[in-house]
């Protein structure tokens, strides 16, 4: 084998390896300063107090208002459990015709004005899925309770995903930040119009 053919056969065992550790160090999956798990997350102060947010984020119908990639939300439950509570089963739609990509998410804790944190599951017609992934909307008050800074995350609640789940996670890292960064513009400019 020529020194040339040895080069490149060299360099094609290594791209890959350069790949991974290029989506693993620059990926947007990491531990946040103010969270206690490895997430993705953004944040955005909005100039109205936590409570409103909260209330706001708490109906399913004002998802297609604010959300870049939720066309609307349906409740599945609410003859058991209401919009926004503990219990609150939910399915979203990226179209309006219901086809394609969708999810279930339950909610499983709500501190008023502070977080709510719900479970994704039922995952339809995505590029890539995991199983155990939570999201979480976090309020923290600003300048005595007048303004808020919110937080959305996304991140594994219980157990320890597998390699693969993590290895996705960082890859499709920097479109949901994107995402995460998108509706929280909206949501912030929606709210502080309104005010």
Known sequence: MNKRRKIILRTLLILPFVAVLAVWLLSRYKTHDNLPYKT???SVEINAPPDSVFAY?????????????????STLNSDSFADGTVGCRRRC?????ETGTQWDE??????PGKRRQLSIYHLVDFEMTAEGLYTE???????????CRLTLSLFYKNGNPG???????????????SIFERNLANIKRNIEQQR
Do not use: N
Not at 64 to 70: D, I, K
Not at 93 to 97: I, S, V, Y
Not at 106 to 111: A, D, Q
Not at 163 to 177: P, R, Y
């Open 93 to 97: 739609f990226c179209r309006e015709d």
């Open 163 to 177: 390699v693969w789940d993590i290895f996705k996670t960082h890859l499709s890292s920097w479109k949901a930040e």
């Open 57 to 73: 984020l708490g109906h399913s119908e004002k998802a297609g208002e604010w959300s870049v990639f939720v066309h609307h939300i």
């Open 137 to 147: 909307q976090i309020y923290t008050p600003l300048d005595g309770g007048k303004r």
């Open 106 to 111: 339950l909610i499983t804790e709500v501190v």
């Open 40 to 42: 993705i997350a953004a």
